[in-house]
């Protein structure tokens, strides 16, 4: 299938997903929380989503939180049609392939985010995680562990039970930066070592022993 330069669009045409900037001081309280799930939810049942499971980890999480498990098949469907316009373009022995993609502002929407002027540029505060936090994380072993979801059903209870219902209260359970997130989410250390030694491997074995020899899967538009 042909598809001109021109099908390709600008990501400002896109509906904008975001919690909003704020200058301080700034309290999220539980009705926040429940607002933003609410509009999760919403997004999730947008067709482009389905790049939020391909992205795993906590980001794949927070997706079946919005949908449900029964949703895991729709991201084998194929792209949306947003992904020819606004997606990932991938160029694979020559062919042109499209994929849908999130925006680093759809991530950080997905997990909660809110921008807070404490100095010139904006700090993010989120209730979840972002990605590169998580990354950095001793839960990040490369699949969603037993210790992973039981993590998150911790931080889910710690928020529905622990965040202020009023602004004018105090408490440690709503969303924070990442400086805070990388320190509450270190646990065993070794772990990162450990996945790096994996990602070393299995890449060392893709580009030496299945050269050639992998079929892409191609739910894409080729050109």
Not at 6 to 26: H, I, K, N, Q, V
Not at 70 to 94: C, E, H, M, R
Not at 179 to 185: A, F, S
Request: glycine residues 6%; charged residues 25%.
């Amino acid at each position: 299938m042909a598809v001109s330069p021109e099908a390709r669009r600008p990501l400002s045409e896109l509906r904008t997903f975001l919690l909003g900037y704020f200058r301080p001081p700034f309290k999220a309280i539980y009705a926040d929380y429940i607002a933003y799930e609410q509009y999760r939810h919403e997004f999730m049942n947008e067709d482009r989503a389905r790049a939020t499971l391909l992205r795993g980890r906590i980001l794949w999480r927070l997706a079946l939180h919005s949908i449900g498990f029964d949703a895991l098949p729709s991201a084998l469907i194929g792209i949306s049609q947003d992904a020819v316009p606004f997606g990932q373009l991938l160029t694979i022995n020559g062919e042109t392939h499209f994929d849908d993609e999130l925006s680093e502002e759809e991530v950080d929407f997905i997990c909660g985010t809110y921008y807070v002027y404490t100095s010139k540029f904006p700090q993010k505060l989120s209730w979840w995680p972002r990605p590169q936090a998580w990354s950095e994380s001793g839960l990040d072993v490369g699949f969603w562990s037993a210790r992973c979801e039981s993590w998150f059903q911790t931080r889910l209870e710690n928020i529905r039970q622990g965040v202020s219902r009023r602004r004018d209260s105090s408490d440690n359970n709503g969303p924070v930066n990442n400086t805070h997130w990388k320190h509450g989410l270190k646990f065993n250390g070794a772990t990162k070592k450990f996945k790096k030694n994996i990602d070393a491997a299995s890449s060392e074995f893709l580009a030496t022993k299945a050269s050639g020899k992998l079929s892409f899967l191609s739910f894409s538009v080729h050109l």
